[in-house]
């Protein structure tokens, strides 16, 4: 173990001040996804969706050394077919430089303890099939895996 292994995690909920932190977060995560992403764009919405009680959306940010090395985020949502509240994981990042540290253990941890505060039946997500990293690591967890396809459909130009 090297002493960058050693250094404490502290991981918060995120509130609509922290968007600032998450923003470089989100970047590296839809780099590493290949996806393309908001950049500057709708901060605002971000931060309204932070705030509230409950809010919108739920996040999570992983420090180390003061340093944002993860984040998770989350919604509530229904599923019609179970009948029940579940957490939608929508997502779950760690810096490359900070992985297999257990940060990502933590973070996960961190949204299973909320999705059981919040009365959930379950939590529910998706990575790209080829990130085979993730997969193993959601198999760990005890996770099931289901084959699906995801769709976007996007409802105005620009957005």
């Known amino acids: 173990m090297n002493a960058a292994d050693a ?3 502290l991981i918060r909920r995120a509130g609509a001040a922290d968007v600032p932190t998450l923003l470089p977060l989100c970047a590296a995560h839809a780099a590493y ?3 393309p992403q908001a950049g500057e764009q709708r ?3 971000l931060a309204r969706a932070l705030q509230g009680e409950p809010p919108p959306l739920y996040a999570w940010i992983a420090f180390a050394a ?3 090395v993860g984040y998770a985020s989350a919604t509530l949502d229904f599923s019609t077919l179970d009948r029940a509240s579940y957490l ?3 997502c779950l990042y760690v810096a490359d430089d900070w992985r297999n540290r257990s940060i990502g253990a933590a973070l996960w941890e961190r949204a299973r303890t909320h999705a059981l505060d919040l009365g ?3 939590i529910q997500w998706q990575t790209p099939a080829w990130n085979i990293d993730a997969a193993r690591f959601y198999r760990r967890l005890g996770a099931t895996e289901m084959a699906k396809r995801r769709y976007s459909f996007r409802l105005r130009e620009g957005d």
């Open 7 to 9: 250094v404490p995690v």
């Open 33 to 35: 996804e290949r996806l």
């Open 43 to 45: 901060l605002d919405a």
């Open 66 to 68: 003061e340093q944002a």
């Open 88 to 90: 939608h994981l929508d």
């Open 120 to 122: 959930c039946r379950a």
